[in-house]
């Protein structure tokens, strides 16, 4: 698979997202008629979704902020995400927002990151417990022969109001940088030890799922703090050094095109950011406006970025209120479309898997107890196969549906494609094992792996999970899937998590990168996690931060990586 350039040291980014994909039982109809160096990016399996936000008339549910705090503190996670729908109006995308308080910057000041080899973080103090380097270096006496070390573990250290939500990890060089509230964060891969820190003068809502090749994200802003709150400012950042460079407010003349909810992509040197009637890009190296609303009276619900840049589109039909779905590839650079991708009557674009070769999940009705489908496409986005699951209910895992900000169209994980063998890996829903006493509502589960071929749909083999374990494909490489594969419940004994491989044959899985059993209570606790691997290294996220209390809160596991 042609994939875009590894970003400095870091291997292939990760690919996108499903929901919940399939219905055991019952086969979705075709969603068509005749007519996605060192860290790939996947999520470990999270324990259970929070409830889903209601869907807007054109398909992708919508967040909706909760209600801020007017006094005293609100503890717990986030859910209960709201529809917003506006009366009459066409709500493109979702978008990312953060719910955390801060006080502002002074009007005018520039941001400035900061070298700082220890810093110091609000809400950390003598009170905190034990540090991440203690808690690695007790970890590791326990590890066994040929277990990884556990190379560092970062702690959250922020008192926040009610949580909040990072975006990233994103990597270059020996940097892994990651978003959260008013601040971006550059880390040593090397040790954890923060590099640099970037003051953000208002809140991060939004950001694309991968940089620039040469390591340059470009950011979602609130433009203001007014309770309009809109997204509509962009500033571009160097995560190699962490210095911030040309920053716009997008022009919002067009009447109702409120910028709160957008999905970014970044392909190539282009940056696209979709909202309500909005889809714009500009050019990541300089910040030049490239192109505004594609032509037509279609509206872009979101881009995919990568090697090839996917829209998912929404056009009037021929009927009076009705609408029709389609799938296009877009010239970055100018916006012309070059191919366009019916989807079936009543059926939406829920994510992109890969947008080379193009593998789009699509769903049929709500994110939770709709049907799902795959649609594998040609280069010239001609249809080429339907997947057939049979009685398998396959499902993706999205990192940003567990935070409370909403999902980029090409952030979920859960497949991988090797174009050498005409091969996809999807897997499987999650089954229930059992659960803990201590912990009775929490469940563990298990797993498969589903190899399809990509030129007829059919099924090639079924692999499961070890009990307790769940497996999740994170890329092909030499010619094998990688797989993360989770910790076990805390009643198995010397075991961990890892990293797994499995070639195009099926077979059993083999270890490829070991996690220290002695690891295995913190790993659990990266319940919700988007995990990175290469080189013989892995990384793990949390994409939401929460506590129940403020000491819980600053003692939060963010990120643990493995590797010798």
Known sequence: MSQPPPQEGFGAPYEPRPGVYGDPGQPPPGPYGQQSGPYGQPPQPSYGYPPQPPTVPHGRPQPQPPNRPSGGRSRGRLVGLVAAVLAGVLVIGAGVWFVVGGDDEPDGKKPVAKESTAPKQPGAGSSRKKT??????????????????????????????????????????????????????????????????????????????????????????????????????????????????????????????????????????????????????????????????????????????????????????????????????IDPVTGRTLWTYKVRKDWNVDAFHSVDPPVIFLRNGPVVGGRSAIAVLNDDGTARSQPVPGGDTLEGLCPGKERDLGWNLDICMGAAVDTETDTLYVTTKRRPVGRTKSRPVVRWFTNDVVAFDMSTGKKKWKVSSPATQTLMPLRVEDGKVLMYLSPPDPKTKDVGGGIMALGPEGGTPQPVLRHPASAAATERTFDEAIVLHADGRSLLMIPQVYGETDEEEMERRTMIAFGD
């Open 132 to 329: 991440p380097a203690a808690e690695a270096a007790e970890i590791n006496k326990g590890r066994k022969e040929g277990e990884a070390k556990v190379r560092w573990i970062q702690k959250n250290g922020v008192d926040v109001p009610v949580g909040a939500s990072a975006l990233g990890p994103w990597t270059t060089g020996g940097i892994v940088a990651k978003a959260m509230y008013r601040t971006v964060s550059g880390y040593s891969l090397e040790d954890g030890s923060q590099k640099w820190s970037l003051r953000l003068p208002t809140d991060v809502c939004a950001a694309p799922t991968r940089p620039t090749a040469d390591g340059k994200i470009v950011i979602g802003l609130l433009a203001d703090t007014s309770p309009a709150q809109n997204c509509d400012k962009l500033q571009m950042i160097d995560l190699a050094t962490g210095e911030a460079g040309w920053s716009v407010t997008i022009d919002r003349a067009v009447q109702n095109d409120l910028l709160r909810y957008v999905v970014m992509a970044i392909s190539g040197d282009v940056v696209t950011i979709g909202g309500l009637r909005r889809a714009e890009a500009y050019r990541v190296s300089d910040g030049k406006h490239l192109w505004g609303k594609l032509p037509g009276p279609c509206e872009v619900e979101g881009f995919a970025g990568g090697a090839v840049m996917l829209a998912s589109v929404i056009c009037p039909a021929q009927s009076k209120g009705a609408i029709d779905k389609e799938v296009r590839r």
